[in-house]
């Protein structure tokens, strides 16, 4: 029968891969708790309508990128990202009335029908932090802080951190149309994307990746335009700001006036972190303020802002780590004393296994060196004298201890 296979864009997450996905996990839950982030967790499908009112019908993920399907008549969403679903959490949970900041954190698959690459897949799995209630800079540069220092924690660097504000939805406007005119000339030119985002989403054109618009992008009347500070007074004090404490904190970035970002509901704010030790998909991390979001999807009027990092693009910039070995194996022919002495091991806490066939002792001993650190054997002579005899399986070192010790040596 033909073997049926994993499927394009998914992977299987194995044992041998876990360690490390292990150590992105518990580093994730250690930083963010110390910066008083709690974890949340959504589910894994949400209404439709929620990504295409919390990601924006305009953005590539909402229009080309969704698993979605229906169930009762109801328009289901596998999550792309999971702002949308913690927004949505935020809201139903009236959480608006805890004391502000609150500061969730997540972790978990997510879904786009995209074209795989490396570094680029159907299903993977991003960690992120959302910090709800504060308008001031302060909290970019924390979001901002919490990101640079879970990547350090995970032994990352060669990381480059970019930063730019897109302004607010008034002083956006001016820049839209700005932007709209001098480009009218080349809208033959632009890819059918590009002749699409100029009518729906025109800040989302220098996101293009394709050379002839990047070529387009790069022509001084046009760079003029994007280079330009179109931000309003409070808009510009709110990016000083951001830079001066970055500054104070010693965080290295640069400004980059064409990072726009992917969602529509950005505001002032947006920032990507990437590594130079990727290939072309270099970005780990992407975030931004979204302020007017929360009040979008039908809550109170909350500022907010946060980040996702993608988990097998970190995953592949972590050192592989060594599975951890078993600690004792129990070498013994009689299956009740293995048993008993197996388990009361792991009552104790020690990881233990013991061979459930019932092979010859040398088997059972070979077996034993394969997997764990300890073989502990259980032969006729140790049962009836009641001890153990331990044997290190890494230096062959052997002593017998009394069985009521046992549990005590590891
Ligand atoms: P890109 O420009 O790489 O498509 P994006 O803007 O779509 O990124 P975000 O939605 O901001 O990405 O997601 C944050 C992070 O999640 C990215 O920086 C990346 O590390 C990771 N990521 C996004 N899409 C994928 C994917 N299809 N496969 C693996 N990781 C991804
Ligand atoms: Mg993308």
Not at 103 to 116: D, H, I, Q, S, V
Not at 226 to 246: G, M, P, V
Not at 336 to 363: I, M, P, Q, S, Y
């Amino acid at each position: 029968m033909a073997m049926i296979k994993v499927q394009k864009g998914t992977k299987d997450i194995l044992p041998t891969d876990m360690p490390v996905w292990h150590f992105m996990e518990e580093k994730a839950s250690e930083i963010f708790t110390k910066y008083g982030a709690k974890e949340i967790r959504t589910p894994i499908f949400e209404a439709t309508e929620l990504f295409a009112r919390g990601v924006g019908d305009t953005t590539d993920i909402v229009n080309k990128e969704m698993y979605t399907f229906e169930k009762s008549e109801r328009s289901l969403t596998l999550r792309p990202e999971n702002t949308a679903g913690v927004v949505r959490a935020f809201i139903e949970n009236g959480m608006h009335r805890l004391p502000a900041p609150v500061k969730l954190w997540y972790k978990g698959p997510m879904f786009r029908y995209e074209r795989p690459q490396a570094g680029r897949q159907r299903q993977f799995h991003q960690v992120g932090v959302e910090v709800f209630g504060i308008k001031q800079p302060t909290a970019d540069a924390e979001v901002i802080l919490m990101a640079v220092n879970y990547l350090k924690a995970l032994g990352l660097n060669d990381l480059s951190v970019e930063i730019n504000s897109l302004g607010c939805p008034d002083c956006r406007e001016v820049f839209k149309t700005n932007l709209k005119s001098v480009l009218k000339p080349y809208l033959q030119d632009l890819c059918p994307d590009c002749q699409a985002r100029y009518e729906k989403n025109p800040l989302r054109l220098l996101d293009c990746k394709v050379p002839e618009c990047k070529e387009i992008y790069s022509k001084p009347e046009i760079k003029a335009v994007i280079q330009s500070d179109f931000i309003c007074k409070d808009c510009a004090e709110h990016f000083n700001e951001l830079k001066a404490y970055l500054d104070n904190l010693g965080i290295k970035y640069s400004i980059n006036k064409l990072l726009v970002r992917g969602l529509d509901y950005y505001n002032r704010t947006v920032f990507e972190i990437t590594s130079n030790n990727l290939g072309s998909q270099n970005a780990v991390c992407g975030g931004g303020r979204y302020d007017s979001l929360v009040k979008n999807l039908g809550g109170e009027d909350v500022p907010a802002i946060g980040f996702a990092m993608g988990m097998e693009r970190l995953a592949s910039l972590i050192e592989q780590k060594e599975e951890n070995k078993t600690t004792t194996f129990i070498v013994c022919n009689n299956m009740t004393e293995a048993v008993k002495l197996t388990e009361e091991l792991r009552g104790n806490g020690v990881t233990a296994e013991f061979d459930l066939t019932n092979k010859k002792f040398v088997k059972q001993l070979e077996k034993a060196s394969k997997v764990a650190k300890y073989a502990l054997i259980l032969g006729e002579d140790e049962i009836a004298q009641n001890c153990v005899t331990v044997k290190n399986l890494e230096t062959s070192e052997q002593k017998t201890v009394k069985r009521s010790q046992i549990t005590t040596i590891f």
